[in-house]
């Protein structure tokens, strides 16, 4: 899983997966869920991000998962 926030459009990606998106669906405003070729999320994209989740914060509890992080 990788978190991607791009600043100049206020966006956040959420990419749960390296399968590729086929299919996107708006469940609310700014919210939009991609889905592969079987259906499977893969991506959740949030627009305007900043006034949406707390960017600041990242608290990652009992995960077993290697945490990798790139400076921005």
């Known amino acids: 899983m ?3 926030y ?3 459009t206020d966006s956040l990606y959420i990419d749960l ?3 590729p998106s086929v299919e996107s669906r708006e469940i609310t405003e700014g919210i939009v869920l991609d889905y592969d070729a079987e259906g499977n999320l893969v991506g959740i ?3 305007n991000a900043s006034r949406k989740v ?3 914060k990242l608290t990652l509890n009992k995960l077993p998962a290697i945490i990798q992080t790139n400076p921005a």
Do not use: H, V
């Open 54 to 56: 707390d960017l600041k």
């Open 6 to 8: 791009y600043a100049d």
């Open 2 to 4: 990788k978190l991607n």
């Open 45 to 47: 994209d949030i627009d």
């Open 17 to 19: 997966s390296e399968r």
